[in-house]
């Protein structure tokens, strides 16, 4: 079946620009997790949504991102005003139950890169 | 930050099995050990997890010492698509969410 998917694929934006990154999660689960990965290291949490009520949002840098899931499926990451250091690669995940899940099942990222 | 230490690289020869050392010695009770690993820069994908019993799926086996401060991931049969970044991550079942990840251990599995 379909895993979770993720638009753009790849998003080149300026300087003080604002980007939209989308996460559309397997069909059917109720928790979706956002994850921000550098080169080389691990991925990073972000925030994190058992339908659309954001459960998490220790892991959002500041203000300048924010993220939701208005209908407990999509998402949205938002980024206002990028700066370079929001370069990374962003990863959204997907689980099928509540507490007590152990599987997040992950997309293919958006690699965003801030000139 | 990562409660957990792994090696940062071990190279493995293709058909032999490779054993993946953790240790997580601050575990608390209510803490699973999971392995997740990530090829190339793919997204990560779940392996297997445990509590203190020895674990074993089509992947993969768990074993996790009786203290279960320290674990080890064993994949019997090593091939050249097992090169990836392996990590062991502890997570309590039914708190946070999130997984916290680590820097891993690149396993190089050379022919």
């Known amino acids: 079946g379909a895993g979770v998917s993720q638009s753009p694929r790849y998003k080149v934006t300026k300087r003080g620009q604002d980007v939209a990154l989308r996460c559309d999660p397997i069909?059917?689960?109720?928790?979706l997790y956002w994850y921000r990965q550098a080169l080389g290291q691990g991925p990073e949490f972000l925030t994190y949504?058992?339908?659309?009520?954001?459960?998490?949002k220790s892991g959002l840098p500041n203000d300048r991102f924010s993220a939701e899931r208005p209908e407990g499926s999509i998402s949205t990451l938002t980024i206002q005003r990028t700066e370079q250091r929001d370069s990374a690669m962003y990863r959204c995940?997907?689980?099928?139950?509540?507490?007590?899940?152990?599987?997040?099942?992950f997309g293919p990222g958006t690699r965003l890169t801030v000139t | 930050d990562a409660k957990t230490t792994q090696p940062p690289s071990m190279d493995c020869a293709e058909g032999r099995a490779a054993n993946l050392p953790c240790n997580h010695s601050?575990?608390?009770?209510?803490?699973?050990v999971y392995w997740y690993r990530q090829i190339h820069s793919q997204g990560p994908q779940y392996i297997i997890h445990?509590?203190?019993n020895n674990e074993t799926n089509e992947m993969a086996s768990l074993i996790i010492t009786e203290d279960r401060k320290s674990s080890t991931l064993i994949l019997p049969h090593a091939t050249l698509r097992d090169t990836a970044v392996y990590y062991c991550?502890?997570?309590?079942?039914?708190?946070?969410?999130?997984?916290?990840f680590g820097k891993g251990t690149k396993l190089t599995v050379n022919p």
């Open positions: 949504f058992n339908y659309e009520a954001q459960q998490d």
């Open positions: 601050t575990i608390s009770g209510n803490e699973y």
């Open positions: 995940a997907s689980s099928r139950e509540l507490a007590g899940a152990y599987e997040q099942y």
């Open positions: 991550i502890v997570r309590v079942q039914g708190g946070s969410e999130k997984l916290v």
């Open positions: 069909s059917g689960h109720v928790s």
């Open positions: 445990g509590l203190k």
